[in-house]
């Protein structure tokens, strides 16, 4: 795997067999009055609004410049580009550690923009960051697969996805679309990963993604979390409902 990511059509799922050991704020077996004590607080030490990682990389303006035009040559010639970092790192304008670092900075900012995890502190959130890794797909690419197994959780990070079904009969039944910094493929993890719908790319997204097992200790013993997921998954099942469920 890159540091600077991979594309998901190349890569496939990706494999988790631990979860994260995460230092976490709220106790296990805290009051169900807490719960909604601590989904009504403000932010603690929110992260900062998520930027292209070149604002996370000591790199002049003229070095970044050059970088984004070999990109866009590389576009122009019908050939597949490569990312920015990896760009800068070839050319020795940056180190594999500064890399690292600023994808790990860009990760906590794109966590803590995520309605399910901006209730999170920095340090919560560098810690979670540590179950997720980034993924490309390209525009037009499906990446999730109705009624497979595939119990990961995506983070949209850039660009925009469908969300749909296709019926017995073949038909396209469009449910909605989503955008950044929406999570998707919430819903699998009530169904033992399998995928109520399947999603696409409508334009290339950038996305994080972590198996739900690396999830699991957020979901169930952090309360503000926790509620921000339900919150999250009834709110998509019964938009789902509505549309793919017959008339009485």
């Known amino acids: 795997m890159h540091y600077h990511g991979?594309?998901?059509?190349?890569?496939?799922?990706?494999?988790?067999e631990q979860p994260c050991t995460l230092p976490i704020t709220d106790p296990v077996s805290e009051p169900t009055r807490a719960i909604h004590h601590h989904i009504n607080m403000p932010m603690k030490n929110a992260a900062p609004t998520p930027r292209r990682?070149?604002?996370?990389?000591?790199?002049?303006?003229a070095v970044l410049e050059n970088a984004v035009n070999k990109?866009?040559?590389?576009a122009r010639a019908g050939q597949r580009a490569?990312?920015?970092?990896?760009?800068l790192l070839n050319n020795s304008d940056i180190t594999t550690d500064e890399l690292s670092a600023a994808i790990n900075r860009q990760r906590v900012a794109r966590l803590g923009a995520c309605p399910v995890f901006h209730t999170l502190s920095s340090t919560e959130l560098t810690a979670l960051s540590r179950c997720f890794d980034e993924v490309s797909v390209a525009s037009g690419k499906q990446f999730i697969i109705q009624d497979q197994p595939d119990p990961t959780l995506f983070i949209l990070?850039?660009?925009?996805v469908e969300v749909y079904r296709t019926t017995l009969?073949?038909?396209?039944?469009?449910?909605?679309?989503?955008?950044?910094?929406?999570?998707?493929?919430?819903?699998?993890y009530f169904s033992d990963g399998i995928r109520a719908a399947s999603v696409k790319a409508v334009e290339a997204v950038e996305l994080l993604c972590a198996e739900y097992s690396a999830l699991t200790t957020y979901f169930e013993h952090v309360?503000?979390?926790?509620?921000?997921?339900?919150?999250?998954v009834e709110q998509r099942r019964k938009a789902m409902a509505a549309i793919t469920?017959?008339?009485?």
Do not use: N
């Open 6 to 16: 991979q594309d998901w059509q190349q890569s496939g799922r990706l494999s988790r």
């Open 53 to 61: 990682l070149g604002a996370y990389l000591a790199c002049s303006d």
């Open 71 to 74: 990109q866009q040559q590389a």
């Open 82 to 87: 490569k990312r920015i970092g990896q760009l």
């Open 157 to 160: 990070c850039s660009g925009a």
């Open 169 to 188: 009969a073949g038909e396209h039944l469009h449910i909605t679309h989503v955008t950044a910094p929406e999570p998707i493929g919430e819903m699998g």
């Open 223 to 232: 309360p503000r979390v926790a509620l921000a997921f339900l919150s999250l």
């Open 245 to 248: 469920t017959p008339p009485t």
